[in-house]
């Protein structure tokens, strides 16, 4: 039984260490594909707008998916939840 306990414990630690890993990687791959389907749909706009507004001419469609990807990693690390549990009646 103590192998058994020992097994889980192991497996637990292993999920939760490939969890630290693979979830930064999956948030990147899947903001790419969005920054993709970004660019496809409304690319020429956005690079012709961040560049009005920023009045440069640095910004080109190549960064959009690489650009969405990077901000989407980070911002994970920054997300805040509020929870009320007030029960006024």
Excluded: H, Q
Aim: glycine share 12%; hydrophobic share 45%; proline share 2%.
């Amino acid at each position: 039984m103590d192998k058994l306990k020992a097994v889980g414990v192991g497996s637990v630690i292993i999920g939760f260490i490939g969890l630290l890993v693979f979830s930064p990687v999956l948030t990147f791959g899947c903001a790419y594909i969005g920054g993709m389907i970004l660019d496809w749909v409304v690319g020429a706009g956005l690079i012709k707008g961040l560049n009005l507004i920023f009045n440069t001419t640095r910004f080109n469609r190549e960064l959009i998916p690489l650009t969405c990807a990077t901000l989407a990693t980070i911002g994970k690390y920054f997300k805040s939840s509020n929870t009320n549990t007030n029960n006024n009646k």
